[in-house]
């Protein structure tokens, strides 16, 4: 703040010289000019170039000034904005789309740091250069003053007429560039369906509308300012024209000398450009408070998840995880439908895995997220060795517990990166020490061995190889890999998986399985199922029913005993077969047709 401050001082500076120097203009006209005497005018002339060279110099600080301060403003509210979407639970981002979040981080926060470095310091310092103008006429001639007074009155009473319809109309235009960001976001992404499915003239012609709707309010918006402008530049105009008429009879009066009408002329021209700035200014200071609104409309956005103010601390977790009496429901579900999860009550015992059935969209996914507080309980707990999870700090819980989803998510970073996310300690400045490289490379051959993700060696440049956005270079399985790999390598207390296995080949997940068993025989897992394949991974299984945990044995048990436990099972057993003939036909494809003795037998 101080250095703009003192950017608005050097402004201000430089348009005070630009205010004395008609009064040089005065001084040759009535001296020299007027007398006769050449040699007086060089001096003088001199004088107005030295204060000609002293105003650029005032200009050229006033944007040194103010280029760190604002810069640093707006890279500190950035963070401070990704920090907060960071902290943000995901019912959060569950609600506001990807390119309204983008526009506020970029378009909204750079129009604040040019309204901090330019708009700020032109509006304030413009406002007081046309007052202290002002008082310079009326002193020049207080007749000639007051008419230029007068007329700037119809100025502010467009100004504010055109305030309150300005930043509607600026409110809006801001709020569908977000949209067209969500549009171009979401077409990007989806790409290959767009693609697939022959729909990229649909997606098309969607953009258009939103672009038109844009153009639309960007029109209007250009409409008020032209309105403005109009007056701005005809009221000062009007003004000078009443005041020449009347200062050359003043002259020719002799109540004014020639020199006197010469500055105040020249007066008027310096203040120009302060009075026609102001319509911009103010539109732009405008844009820059919805920017602002628009910003804290995230800021101000209230954490439902947050951390204890004296969490607890677990050293050495023993991994029982436990489900007492759970209710969830979504912030938006009608309050006509009743709880997703009903009243859950399920205990996992140290290193026990279980699996969870249940039919499509019973909340087995929703169980899982509620384990790290991706969501928060709506009513009852989950506990971690006896302990609320609500109870300990964030961090410290997703240290002791780990996620795999179906939905594999990678960053674009490299394969190493990606894997040894949840091992901060195995990377960054601490792997260049030889100890550490040596056990982060040993964390992450292990974690690619026991997800079968050795593909990553044979990458262009192995597991330092650069994935791309979300991975989508890799193909569905590899993801999948990779992300359960990453799970596995956070060495958990809990492994959470949901359905990690969902894209691979029957013989990959085979080997997958096999690998994990030695994992699982050490680590308490929940483990969410699509095939029967994977329930056989775990001791025991739970079978969630109507919001609620209706059967929990072992798949032997359940068996025997449930009859929607087979009917869930032979819904998977279906699905698996459907799967499973469809390798078989694309393994088909690829082989080479039979040629001689070989297509006879």
Known sequence: MPMIIASMFAYLVAQSIALTIPRVFEAIVDGPLASGDRAAVLPLSLLVLALGTAEAAMFALRRWLVIGPTTRVEARMRDALYAKLQDLPVSFHDRWPSGQLLSRAVSDLGLIRRWLAFGLVLLIGNLLVSIIGAVILISMNWMLGLVFLVCSIPLWIVGYRFEGRYSE?????????????????ESVHGIRVLKAFGRGAHALSSFRARAEQLRSTEIEKARLDSGIWAWILIVPAVALAICLVLGVALAAQGQMSVGQLVAFFATAAVLAWPIESIGFLLAFSLDARTATDRYFDIMDSENEITDPEHPVSLERPRGEL???????????????????????????????????????????????????????????????DGVDVRALDREELRRHIAMAFEDATLFSASVRENVLLGRPELTGDAASDPAVAA??????????????AGFAYGLPDGVDTTVGEEGMS????????????????????????????????????????????????????????HRPSTVMLADRVALLEGGRITAVGTHSELLRESEHYRFVLSSLEDEERRARTETRGLIDDELPAPQGEEAVR
Not at 171 to 182: H, Y
Not at 356 to 382: I, N, P
Not at 439 to 452: C, G, K, N, S, Y
Request: with cysteine; glycine share 8%.
């Open 439 to 452: 056990e982060a490379t040993r964390v992450l051959d292990e974690a690619l061995r026991i997800a079968q």
């Open 474 to 529: 890799l193909s569905g399985g590899q993801r999948q890999r990779l992300a359960l790999a990453r799970a596995v390598a956070a060495a958990p207390a809990v492994l959470v998986l949901d359905d990690p296995l969902s894209a691979l080949d029957v013989a990959t997940e085979a080997k997958v399985e096999a690998e994990l068993r030695s994992v699982l025989a050490s680590t308490t897992a929940l483990i969410v199922a």
């Open 322 to 384: 436990a489900f007492r009496g759970v209710h969830f429901r979504y912030q938006d579900s009608p309050e006509r439908f009743g709880d997703l999860l009903d009243g859950v009550d399920l205990v996992l015992e140290p290193g026990e895995t279980m699996a969870l059935v249940g039919l499509t969209g019973c909340g087995k996914t929703t169980m899982t997220a509620l384990t790290t507080r991706l969501y928060d309980v709506t009513s009852g707990s989950v506990e971690l």
């Open 169 to 185: 109309v600026s409110r809006r235009s801001q709020d569908q560039s977000g949209d067209l960001a969500t549009a171009v976001e």
